[in-house]
């Protein structure tokens, strides 16, 4: 299960920063958020920018106490606090920069626990959840978004 | 509420930065950015300061809800004197400025003063610091935000001048981002006169309403509200420059600096024509907002190939395009994007450039504003080049133009001032008034000026079933979804101007509240008593919108405004508008003194001056207003 992300339907409202950091936290903040829009005004490019519940997660093989794991039975990538160090290195591997921190310890998407609210609230359609069996099987290289941009407005 | 509801004032002249909480009470009486922002606007200056002196403040106010997941709730409110006007000016802007203000921890942010040299503030959450802008004065909008997206990456919101509002011009917009303008009366100019040049802002903390999950219900109940709504897929398909067509065959779209109402080859700059010539690349949205009216635009290739745009809107295409004799989406683009850069009002740009190619079209215009570009219909290189001449203010037509149509015309007389299509100071929005009271009225008692953001009272057409239900709302019968008709405007727009304060000071989008009316009174209140902790009921928030109209006037009234000032610009109100096709389109002296009595009856202000009444103000709780207004002789 993961969330699938379209560029180019993507607005750019930010519905769904707002939504996430409220449904994870119950405060609303984009620094909270577990998904971010990586924003260029400029060229009017919207990339949504979250956990994709990897088949081979760079985070998992970065975290020095096995305190990331992935679900068998839904592919979720879940973080546990309990064995969490901190040292950040889940961050730094993650090749869509989806790992946030709050001061203790990283957050990512979980999906809800398979119900998403980013989902739900994104008008346009731009994020869409896959189901159980479907596994993001795409380039797992780290995301130069700038190169991105340029592609999306075909320079 | 203790997050994202503070005060941030920053003292150019002496650097000092201090932070206050906002009352309870303030919220009870104005219920956010424009009322508390006219509340501190009028408490703050005394009357007759000079707009572009160290006496005016700039208030930058994120609507009360703004930062959270109610939609389409990205909008601030700018809020100064302004220097086309006189009076006080409320700009309205969208983007994530607002919605990082607040997640900063502030709603409001006072500029007061005057620095020494240009400067540009930083806010990152409690870090406010005021910084040297020797690396980014004199540069256009877009440089200065990649230079600033340079030094501080992408995290911070801007809002900037460009070469407009270091000059002055009186036409001059605050941008935010690259395209988002908060544009009109000026105030562009009042933060060049403070040496500012930019306000970047980076919110790291949170908002948490009073009761969460009660808000967080309500918010998306009105999300799918207003996602049902016939207008949603519109503004999301064509963009505000999708009513070009129809409002052409209603033969009320403005062309020819107002001269015509029709436009034989309108279509080639609709948004239909934006949408299928493949120059729209993307739609965007503000913050929060599930409409996504905004357009970017690209040209690919031709002569003009590279040119960006982030629209252009309605009103641009009609003012820099059509008002201008240009059917040329491309070279629409082109003006846009200029504005854009340089940081002008669109509106008044073209406003002023056809008044000034009417002007030379009649032959007063003389040959020292026109060497070194001669204004005529239909030119394109000649917007272009004004364009540039007004943010530069070259000497000779641009300096002349920088000053607005009413100073220029008023320069040039011989007649000029009967085509310079403004009143009280500012250029009239893209709207024909001859056939619509509603909007007649409307744009004549608008403190800022004739243009259609103090009351849009579209269901006066009558074009859908959910606009003649809100006339039965409002008077009481569906006969009235007539804009032909005189009785019952006041009415009419007295509900729209109610409506549209609350709007604002929440920090809705009008688009939510115009027309079908998805965003109303009856789920404004629930929701805002949510984020507060504080009840409100409809009626209350209404006499809350009721209280910000008036107190605006008030402002206004301590200026020296009056009666005489509510008018329309000279050809709306004695030339006839020609493309009609039967009956009578004019509003004659006549029509709108029937209109400005019944409407100032119906608010209980005196008729023959159209100020508000002691007994008036007293009633919604503006005794303090009413006790200066007696001492100074205005009651």
């Known amino acids: ?155 | 509420m203790e997050i994202g509801a503070r005060i941030l004032n920053i003292e150019l002249s002496t650097g000092k930065i201090w932070v206050e909480d906002v009352a309870d009470d303030l919220y009870r009486k104005f219920a956010g950015s424009r009322g508390i922002g006219a509340y501190i606007l009028y408490k703050n200056l005394k009357p007759g300061i000079n707009p572009l002196g160290p006496e005016n403040i700039i208030i930058f106010a994120s609507g009360t809800l703004t930062g959270t997941m109610a939609p389409c709730t990205g909008r601030v409110t700018v809020i100064s004197k302004s220097p086309a006007t006189g009076g006080i000016f409320k700009s309205s802007v969208g983007g994530a400025w607002g919605a990082s203000l607040k997640q900063a921890g502030y709603q409001f942010v006072i500029v007061r003063g005057q620095a020494k040299h240009p400067v540009f503030i930083k806010i990152e959450d409690k870090q406010v610091t005021i910084e040297d802008a020797k690396d980014i004065w004199g540069k256009d909008v877009w440089e200065t935000n990649d230079t600033l997206e340079r030094k501080y990456g992408k995290d911070f919101e801007v809002v900037s001048i460009g070469p407009a509002g270091e000059n002055k011009a009186k036409i001059a917009a605050l941008m935010f981002s690259y395209y988002n303008a908060a544009a009109r009366g000026g105030i562009g100019a009042v933060m060049g006169s403070k040496n500012l040049k930019a306000i970047i802002v980076k919110g790291g903390g949170f908002i948490k309403p009073a009761e969460p999950e009660k808000y967080y219900n309500l918010a998306v109940e009105m999300r799918k509200a207003v996602l049902s709504s016939p207008s949603a897929k519109r503004y999301y398909d064509t963009g505000t420059s999708g009513s070009v067509g129809p409002v052409n065959a209603a033969r009320a779209f403005p062309s020819y600096n107002f001269q015509r109402g029709y436009s034989e080859q309108g279509d080639k700059i609709s948004g239909v024509t934006l949408r299928d010539s493949g120059l729209l690349k993307a739609r965007r949205s503000c913050y929060s907002c599930v409409l996504a009216c905004h357009r970017y635009a690209a040209i690919d290739k031709g002569q003009y190939a590279g040119t960006v745009a982030g629209g252009p809107e309605y009103e641009t295409i009609s003012s820099l395009g059509a008002g201008c004799g240009v059917y040329n989406m491309e070279a629409i683009l082109v003006a846009d994007q200029l504005c854009s850069r340089y940081g002008l009002d669109t509106i008044s740009t073209g406003s002023v450039i056809q008044w000034a190619m009417e002007t030379y079209e009649k032959g007063v215009l003389l040959d020292i504003y026109t060497k070194s570009v001669k204004p005529k219909f239909g030119d394109q290189e000649a917007v272009f080049k004004i364009i540039k001449a007004i943010a530069l203010r070259e000497e000779g037509l641009g300096d002349l133009l920088a000053e607005g149509v009413k100073i220029a015309s008023e320069r040039i007389g011989n007649g000029s001032e009967k085509w310079a299509i403004q009143a009280k100071g500012m250029e009239q929005s893209r709207v024909e008034v001859r056939s619509a009271f509603s909007y007649a009225l409307a744009f004549a008692v608008n403190f800022r000026g004739p243009d259609h953001l103090h009351a849009q009272p579209i269901a006066e057409f009558g074009m859908r079933e959910g606009q003649i239900a809100t006339i039965e709302k409002i008077t009481g019968d569906r006969k009235y979804a007539n804009p032909y008709m005189l009785e019952k405007r006041a009415e009419i727009v007295r509900w729209h101007e109610d409506v549209y304060a609350v709007t604002d000071c929440l920090g809705f989008c009008t688009f939510t509240t115009t027309s079908e009316y998805e965003v109303n009174l009856e789920n404004m209140a629930p929701i805002l008593s949510a984020y507060l902790g504080i009840d409100f009921t409809p009626e209350m928030l209404k006499e809350c919108g009721r209280r910000v109209v008036v107190l605006e006037r008030c402002f206004n009234v301590r200026e020296g405004f009056s009666r005489k000032d509510d008018v329309l610009p000279w050809r709306a109100m004695n030339e006839e508008l020609l493309d009609r096709p039967g009956g009578e389109a004019i509003v004659t002296k006549e029509k709108l003194d029937y209109l400005l009595d019944e409407y100032y009856k119906l608010h209980g202000w005196d008729q023959s001056t159209g100020i508000p009444t002691k007994v008036t103000l007293d009633n919604l709780g503006l005794s303090d207003v009413a006790e200066e207004l007696c001492s100074l002789g205005k009651l």
Do not use: W
């Open chain 1, 1 to 155: 299960m993961y969330i699938d992300v379209d560029y180019l339907k993507c607005t750019g409202c930010q519905m769904c920063e707002a939504v996430c950091s409220f449904k994870n936290t119950g405060l609303i903040g984009k620094s909270l958020s577990r998904i971010i829009i990586h924003k260029d005004e400029k060229k009017g490019v919207f990339i949504p920018t979250l956990c994709r519940q990897c088949s081979e997660p760079k985070c998992i093989q970065a975290c020095p106490t096995n305190a990331i794991f992935k679900e068998k039975e839904t592919g979720i990538i879940k973080i546990n606090k309990e064995e969490c160090i901190g040292c950040r290195q889940c961050i730094d591997s993650c090749p869509f920069g989806a790992i946030g921190f709050d001061s203790e310890y990283p957050f990512k998407c979980e999906i809800c626990g398979g119900d998403p609210e980013c989902v739900k609230s994104c008008f346009i359609g731009a994020l869409k959840l896959k189901k159980n069996t479907d596994v993001f099987t795409e380039s797992h290289k780290k995301i130069d978004y700038e190169s991105l941009v340029k592609e999306i407005r075909q320079e």
